[in-house]
């Protein structure tokens, strides 16, 4: 059956500038024998390189990107900085025994431009998830952009991505209209076979690493931020009443040890990741946020270089010391509040919605647990340490104020 050009029949017709300049039926190209210069029809659907390479759909994490692109919302290829940044691929029908979509190919950056604007055109602006780049008020495809198009392959592709191809007389298809999509086929609407490349399965899955990247950054974060850091912010409030300087080797040590891991956790996030280009999205203002957190959290070692002396038992406060607490102390507590919400959102980043829920009861139940416990605990210290020591003898109080003018804090 030959589908006519109007979307009442599920198909919408993309008139780009090379549309009178027809190959085909030239070639038909297959596995083995294709080369530069190939050309033939292509079908399947358009994804974003960064919804495949989270494995997930970024605005649906439930859905396997290569299982159900069909779920894939026009919103998230065409509004989406992260999806938009990314090159596209199109993702032709599972081999026979497999259900999962094949990364067949890479489109060239003028036939994605070409497949936004005709996404832009036939996608509704009111619909949900709303649209925003998209044009058509009686639009009807806002999942799974299926299109049909004239290919020459351009170049042979890697290991990490498929082939790159150009696009002519691109065309969607509207896959909500059935009638549309079952008998669709390349020769109906071009008159030629579909081009195959069959070296799509043995692409390496990019899903397995962004998985293990974003682990590995949330978990250093999750140990820095979520446990270490406040623990040495902790130690520093409540446990200067025993003698020495106990607190502040705790806190220095704890703190330093901290910020190295949640350094490594940045330098992971840097390299891995851009969200960046995200403006809007959650995963930018994750980022936003994580960047303060961070600039905050590296400031205090170095303003901690230049503190002003302690004040010796019994003395005044400089109004140096006094003004560098207010900083530190201040810098400090901010940065360990922002990080609550940074972790938090941090979470919901993760592609797989089990590795969410871990992570959430990881921090709840975990950091939350552990840091209650020992603000508990050195309360209670406090308050026995006091009755313990209030019969001390003189030789006693003169041990402490001893140890407590050596206190280098
Ligand atoms: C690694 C080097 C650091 C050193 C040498 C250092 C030193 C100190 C000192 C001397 C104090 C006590 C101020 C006083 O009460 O007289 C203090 C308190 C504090 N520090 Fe640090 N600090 C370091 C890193 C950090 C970091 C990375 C954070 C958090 C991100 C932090 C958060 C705090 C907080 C919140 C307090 C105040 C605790 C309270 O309310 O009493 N510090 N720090
Ligand atoms: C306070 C702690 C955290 C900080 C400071 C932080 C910082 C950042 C930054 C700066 C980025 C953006 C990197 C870039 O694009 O250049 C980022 C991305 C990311 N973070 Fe965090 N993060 C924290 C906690 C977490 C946690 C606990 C998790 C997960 C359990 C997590 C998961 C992610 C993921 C998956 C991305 C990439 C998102 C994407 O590509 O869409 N983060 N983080």
Redesign the pocket.
Known sequence: MLLSSSSAYGINRYDNKNENDSTAGDTTATDNSMKVGDTGCVIGFVMDR?CID?GTL?DNPSVQTLLNPERHSVHCLIDVG?CVATPFEILTDPSPGSNRYNRAWTLSETAKAEIIALAASTGNPNNSPRCRECTNPDGEIDFGFRVIFNATVLDMGTSLYPPTVDARDIQAINIANPSSVESLTCMDVFGMEEIINTQSAQLEDPAAR?RR???A???L??I???WLLPTGAIFAKLSKHRPGDLWFKVHRIVQVLGLLL?LA??II????????Q?KG?S?YH??????T??TL?LIQPINALIRPKAAKDGQAKSPARKIWEYIHKGTGWIALL??VP??????????QPN??EA?QIA?GAGCGGILLLTSVLLVVDKSRFKVDEEPATGEDLEQLKSSNETNES
Request: charged share 5%; glycine share 12%; hydrophobic share 55%.
């Open positions: 960064f989270r970024f992260s962004f990247m974003a682990l950054h949330g978990s974060m999750l820095a931020w979520g949640a956790g940045w996030a840097l390299n891995e990741f851009t969200v960046f995200s999205e995963n994750h980022g936003v946020m994580g960047i957190v961070m959290g922002l990080a940074t972790i938090v959102l941090g979470t919901f980043q993760l592609p590795d969410q992570y921090y």
